[in-house]
């Protein structure tokens, strides 16, 4: 599901309900689209709200959507974190209220979608980018790049490829489109070994030819992007990894990842990435012996660093990572296999993906551990 922020541009009508006392404000509903499922995870922040939720909403506090009561999961003075409501399609008020002391309404400030996602836009994760000529130094001499390649029809309405999508411009007025051809390698402004997100414009059947219909499927951005991760000091014993582009219909709300060697001769790290554009997600991964199904250990994740255009859609998603040591397999032989769960701390229902990189410290050969 898409994760926007909205950032107040939308009208906050205030007003008393009851006996005198301060109002409630909302200043931030980060993301502001979800799907009419409900269940995502929306953070809303602002000030002077009610603290006695969620122990004890009664019929005159909460949070609503649409006037619809939402699930509150955690509720301080400055901030909500909710499961919004099931809902139709469509735009609608969010409204705080605090008892008798007055509420807060952010107008037009959440859109519920279908589950397929963005009626518009299909959002895909780049796991890793690494920008610049000179690539990333890493241990032992390595020099680290990432190539990004796109392959798209040949049509007279090929498909739209943006890190910037804004669906109140159409194109080509004031979509920033990424460069394309047949072949083409899409250029990110991102940070050095940071994700990114790539958005696909979606079909709409007046954009596909009739002698297209048949073969491309209503909807579906027919557009391939392949990520390479390669050690360019070394480029000529290899042409490195190929390294999974995430669609946001494969995004988990669980991930494991298994056969995770404990062998010092390599170099073992686990990232996360949000799919939900919510900073400051608490996540906890698990890490088992594959052979007795013993825990060894927990790591607590904060997940952050998701950063928005001036539409609210993502650019780049929220993320953590780690490395796993040797203190994680204190009371393992190095010739043993490990996994790693990595959940929310909390009950939420959000969409994350991860995987595990592990770097032979001689040959610096990469190989990838996805989700099961």
């Not at 798209?152 to 007025?173: F, G, I, L």
Request: proline residues 8%; contains cysteine.
């Amino acid at each position: 599901m898409n994760s926007l922020a909205i950032r107040l541009g939308v009208a906050i009508a205030m007003t008393m309900a009851g006996a005198v006392g301060a109002q409630p404000l909302i200043s931030a509903i980060t993301p502001s689209r979800g799907s009419i499922n409900g269940g995502e995870v929306v953070e809303i922040t602002g000030q002077l709200f009610k603290v006695s939720c969620p122990q004890s909403c009664d019929l005159e506090s909460g949070v609503f959507f649409g006037g619809v009561r939402a699930e509150v999961i955690k509720l301080t003075a400055t901030s909500a974190t909710v499961n919004p409501p099931k809902h139709a399609p469509g735009t609608v008020d969010v409204t705080i209220l605090n008892g008798t002391t007055g509420r807060a309404v952010a107008r037009d400030a959440y859109t519920y979608v279908t589950s397929g996602g963005d009626p518009e836009y299909e959002r895909i994760l780049i796991p890793t980018y690494i920008s610049g000529p000179g690539g990333l130094p890493g241990a032992f001499g390595s020099v680290f790049k990432t190539f990004l390649f796109g392959r798209q029809p040949v049509s007279p309405a090929p498909p739209r490829v943006t890190q910037s999508p804004d669906p109140t411009c159409r194109y080509p007025e004031c979509q920033a489109d990424l460069p394309t051809s047949f072949f083409f390698s899409p250029v990110l402004t991102t940070n050095q070994d940071l994700a990114a997100f790539l958005y696909i414009q979606k079909f709409k059947p007046q954009d596909i030819p009739l002698y297209d219909t048949a073969k491309r499927g209503l909807g579906e951005p027919d557009v391939a992007l392949h990520l390479r991760v390669q050690d360019i000091s070394r480029q000529s014993q290899t042409w490195g990894t190929e390294v999974p582009i995430v669609r946001e219909s494969e995004a988990r709300t669980e991930v494991h990842l298994v056969d995770i060697p404990t062998s010092s001769a390599f170099r073992k790290k686990i990232r996360v990435f949000d799919f939900s554009g919510l900073n400051g997600l608490q996540m906890q991964a698990t890490i088992t012996d594959m052979a007795t199904g013993s825990i060894l250990a927990k790591k607590d994740l904060t997940l952050s660093g998701a950063t928005f255009n001036g539409a609210g859609y993502p650019l780049t998603p929220a993320s953590s990572q780690f490395d796993l040591t040797s203190t994680d397999f204190t009371r393992l032989p190095e010739t043993e296999r490990v996994s790693v769960t990595i959940l929310p701390k909390t009950f939420a229902l959000v969409r994350y993906w991860g995987y595990a990189t592990i770097v032979n410290n001689e040959t610096q050969h990469i190989t990838l551990i996805t989700p099961q």
